[in-house]
């Protein structure tokens, strides 16, 4: 039996019978409620707080209880046993690669990893101090000029050789970026490397004539990257459909989810975690500090999110990784900082009542800070690790046959027909 949800119209007294399924009902069916001589009714939604933009198999997440799930895996498994490229090809394929399909995508990866030598001059046209989200927003649209081909979007072909160059290069762009910045050489990929050793090789190494990468600083960048892998419909994925939905190039859609993840309300929230904890300064100021925090104040970057009512599950395997990170690098001082801070806020009835726990970022920023990387570098870490995930979420988009060009509707709010005045009688 069909689910259905009956709706009275109290400006005209109709009833109407709207279909649920899945939880939702099709704004479209909204349309045919209507007072005569008006467009009918539609829904208003700034954000898509309660609006479900697409069907995906993607990932799966129960912000209630913590459940993170890509392609019906947990979070915790993948970060626990298996390695971003097999991460990358499970989200873009649904399943998990046998030892055939790896051994060929993780080929296919290497064989893609350099750039185009223009792209190094390209980036050279930057200033010293350009930011290196700008340079890798700008790079990876650049990518669509060098492989013009990228255009064909409906060969799957095409598409997965594409896919497979974006994800290769993304860490050789966000290498040359890093190395802008610093005024020093590009490293090219040394491809007898693995995805996260190389990315590590291409970042830090001078004269010696192998960089070889301390296993357990390797291990945590490749957690870090799974845990960035998708996230479901969030402000890039969401930005990365909606300008492939015009039929753009991957490149230029890919580029657009740079574009949004730049900002400080999505990738951003890391660096500012950091900023309050060197502000912070010393254990005994917390109470101070969360003080101010209960009165309004400020608030205390890296706890609460829009969709985790509970510990987001990244920031337990985040935790982890910085013991592991700290190991190698030694304790960053801000640590014990962090973990008093968390320690209240969990007992802490305002933050309890709220629901709010630390989130993905609470702790990415002392890791990658102990991996030397300065803090405008760290969104372009994430945007390294979610490259899979907006590719997976764009190839979803353009199979769908229900999707068509994203184009919301607006309540008019401004002027109705008036009369042109000339420039001197305004
Ligand atoms: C992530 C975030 C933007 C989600 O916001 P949201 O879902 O719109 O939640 P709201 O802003 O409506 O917050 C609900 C309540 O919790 C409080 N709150 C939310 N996050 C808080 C925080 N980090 N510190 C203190 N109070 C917070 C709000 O003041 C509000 O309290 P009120 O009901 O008394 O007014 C928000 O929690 C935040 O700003 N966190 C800090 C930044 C951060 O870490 N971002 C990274 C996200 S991955």
Request: proline share 5%; charged share 25%.
């Amino acid at each position: 039996m069909t689910e259905t949800l009956t709706i009275r119209d109290n400006r005209t007294g109709r009833d109407y019978e709207i279909p649920i399924s899945d939880g939702t009902i099709r704004a479209a069916d909204l349309k045919q409620i209507a007072v005569e001589g008006e467009p009918g009714l539609a829904t208003y939604d700034p954000g898509f707080v309660n609006t479900a933009s697409c069907r995906s198999s993607v990932t799966y997440i129960d912000g209630d209880a913590g459940i993170l799930e890509y392609r019906g895996y947990p979070i915790e498994q993948l970060a626990e046993s298996s390695t971003f490229l097999e991460v990358a090809y499970l989200l873009l394929n649904g399943e998990l690669p046998t030892e055939d399909q790896l051994a060929t995508w993780t080929h296919e990866i290497t064989m893609h990893t350099f750039l185009h030598e223009n792209i190094k001059s390209f980036m050279e046209g930057f200033r010293y101090d350009a930011h290196p989200m700008g340079m890798t927003m700008a790079a990876v649209s650049a990518l669509s000029t060098f492989y013009p081909d990228a255009t064909d979007i409906h060969d799957p072909d095409n598409r997965r050789l594409q896919i497979t160059r974006l994800i290769a290069k993304m860490p050789t762009i966000g290498a040359f970026v890093f190395r802008h910045g610093q005024g020093k050489p590009y490293v090219y990929p040394d491809n007898e490397l693995s995805y996260v050793e190389r990315f590590l090789a291409m970042l830090f190494q001078m004269s010696e004539r192998k960089y070889n990468a301390d296993p357990r600083l390797a291990k945590a960048l490749e957690v870090l990257f799974i845990l960035h892998a998708d996230h479901e419909q969030n402000c890039s994925a969401n930005a990365v459909r909606s300008v492939g939905s015009s039929g753009v190039d991957p490149y230029s859609a890919a580029a657009a989810g740079v574009g949004a993840l730049y900002g400080p309300l999505h990738g951003g929230a890391n660096e500012a975690v950091l900023k309050m904890l060197r502000r912070i300064g010393d254990v005994s100021n917390i109470p101070d500090f969360i003080d101010g925090v209960k009165g309004g104040k400020e608030r205390l970057m890296g706890f609460g999110h829009r969709v985790y009512k509970n510990y987001d599950p990244r920031a337990k395997i985040i935790k982890k990784a910085a013991d592991d990170v700290f190991e190698v690098t030694g304790v960053n001082p801000l640590l014990k900082i962090a973990v008093e801070l968390e320690k209240i806020a969990l007992e802490d009835d305002y933050f309890v009542s709220r629901k709010l726990y630390p989130n993905v970022d609470f702790y990415s920023g002392l890791i990658y800070e102990a991996l030397e990387f300065p803090p405008e570098m760290f969104t372009v870490l994430f945007a390294i690790g979610r490259m899979p995930g907006w590719l997976a979420q764009w190839e979803e988009l353009v199979n769908d046959k229900e999707q068509k060009i994203a184009r919301p509707k607006q309540i008019y709010t401004g002027a109705r027909t008036r009369d042109f005045v000339p420039l001197a009688e305004r």
